[in-house]
């Protein structure tokens, strides 16, 4: 595997511009004051409680995310360039979902193939035809982002459904502001902290025609026993709307309404963390009881707007992301701005035979899969792993994509033993509204604490990091 880039330092021992000045700091500062301060910010989360909980573990349901408190630095031009990259993606993600379900240009201009489409488990056919409002599909887009070298961003993969992690983006920056506040003197950090208005203005400009003149927006949760549960909670309470059950909920001559102490409210913007399965027992799985019968006929009507509207989740398809670059150009006629990882489609013969010759060298990934689960990466997985995986590739090709595997770039974390390099990659949040795409500077870094590892997910032993981007 190529050698990684280091965000921080250019071979030969000079520092990165934007690395500059906390390079002065950490020498200034005694390793013992750095180890008491991240003791510090491990007991601030504690007090606060944000965890995540990991499902089928049974050594502890509730989990802290480890946090590292050397921030990720990045340059005003690198954001530039990062920015204007993600709007493009996200605007071209929202046509390529209005159009498969409307006109269907894409598929007859044979660009990508309709079984990918149609025989899709998260295509939805009840959303052929239906109007949602403005146009707008996704609203909150968690793009993950990696770099392998000074110039390029590349995409690892699009979160359209409902993207999670902003929650720790914004306690990340309280909890750095609090114990680094001589560290933040010395730089000047775009603000992050406009975040849940930005996206209480977004919600409310998608809000039906129907609507009131001032929007009543609701988020949606499964409940307690979610694992992202902490972020819905938070995100209610700094948007200053309701968290609601599906229970709290009722629909009556298509619109909905919650339950109040005052009475029934009507709602007319739900910000849902309930997959499309269980939104609505009369539509999706007759069982769930986390949704709101009658739901959809609401949204039929247009008497309701579902952030992010239903279907999205076929833009997670990691088979759809592999044809990304020629969405881009087909809606747009633009090249895209932000590469994608060369991808190999398993479903296709030729790239199946190319991905069993080289498992050894590969990342495999579960079309529909998430979190770091069901992945082979090959350099680092035993023998009978790769021959474990050899046999699901052969039953089931169109289950997965393979892609190499990329020396994601470094920036130094608090080890053990001191300040070391460690992978990193990069979760911004794309909000659009009816009017603008806005992207506050920053986003979640993921990093993964163990030597060597690239897996930077939570749920794998990951932890996360403060992103500085310096406004010039």
């Known amino acids: 595997m190529a050698v990684a880039f280091d965000e921080m330092n250019i071979p030969g021992g000079d520092l990165r511009p934007a690395y500059q000045e906390l390079a002065r700091w950490l020498k200034e500062t005694p390793p013992e004051a750095l180890e008491y301060r991240r003791q510090e910010a491990e007991l601030l989360f504690r007090r606060i409680g944000i965890t995540f909980a990991v499902y089928g573990d049974s050594e502890s349901t509730e989990r802290l995310i480890p946090f590292d408190v050397i921030p990720r630095i990045m340059s005003a031009k690198e954001w530039a360039l990062l920015e204007k990259g993600l709007k493009q993606r996200v605007k071209a993600l929202n046509m390529f979902l209005r159009d498969i379900y409307h006109g269907r240009d894409i598929l007859r201009a044979e660009v990508v193939p309709d079984d990918l489409i149609f025989q899709n488990p998260v295509f939805r056919p009840e959303m052929n035809g239906q109007q949602v409002p403005h146009d707008v599909y996704v609203h909150i887009a968690g793009i993950d982002i990696v770099r392998v070298d000074a110039e390029d961003f590349i995409v690892l993969e699009d979160n359209a459904r409902t993207p999670s992690g902003v929650s720790y983006m914004l306690e990340n920056r309280e909890i750095m502001m609090r114990l680094f506040p001589d560290l933040f003197a010395r730089h000047r950090v775009a603000p992050v902290e406009r975040y849940p208005d930005e996206l209480l203005a977004a919600l409310r400009s998608v809000a039906p025609q129907s609507a009131s003149g001032e929007p009543t927006v609701a988020l949606l949760t499964p409940g307690v026993y979610n694992s992202a549960y902490y972020e819905h909670s938070f995100l209610a309470d700094k948007l200053g709307i309701e968290l609601v059950e599906g229970r709290d909920?009722?629909?009556?001559?298509?619109?909905?309404?919650?339950?109040?102490?005052?009475?029934v409210k009507r709602v007319d913007v739900i910000y849902r963390r309930v997959d499309d399965d269980?939104?609505?027992?009369?539509t999706f799985r007759p069982d769930s009881v986390l949704g709101v019968p009658g739901l959809m006929s609401a949204y039929a009507a247009g008497n309701i707007t579902l952030a992010n509207a239903v279907g999205t989740g076929i833009a997670d398809?990691?088979?759809?992301?592999?044809?990304?670059?020629?969405?881009?150009?087909?809606y747009l006629s633009e090249e895209p701005i932000?590469?994608?990882?060369?991808?190999?489609?398993?479903r296709e013969p030729k790239d199946l035979a190319y991905v069993l010759d080289n498992l050894g060298e590969l990342v495999v990934k579960e079309v529909h899969g998430s979190g770091g689960y069901g992945m082979l990466i090959g350099p680092a997985a035993t023998k009978a792993t790769i021959e474990?995986?050899?046999?699901?590739?052969?039953?089931?090709?169109e289950g997965f994509i393979a892609q190499p595997t990329l020396a994601l770039s470094t920036c130094p974390t608090c080890t053990a033993s001191g300040l070391a390099p460690r992978h990193v990659d990069l979760r911004p949040f794309v909000l659009t509204g009816s009017k603008s795409t806005t992207i506050v500077p920053g986003g979640l870094t993921r990093v993964a604490l163990k030597e060597g590892s690239l897996v930077v997910n939570s749920s794998q032993g990951g932890g996360t990091k403060d992103t500085w981007i310096l406004d010039e």
């Open 249 to 263: 909920l009722i629909v009556k001559n298509n619109e909905v309404f919650m339950r109040t102490t005052e009475g």
């Open 317 to 330: 398809d990691k088979a759809i992301y592999s044809y990304m670059p020629d969405i881009v150009k087909f």
């Open 278 to 282: 269980f939104l609505d027992p009369l």
């Open 388 to 397: 474990a995986f050899r046999e699901k590739l052969k039953r089931e090709p």
């Open 338 to 346: 932000l590469k994608n990882v060369p991808t190999w489609r398993c």
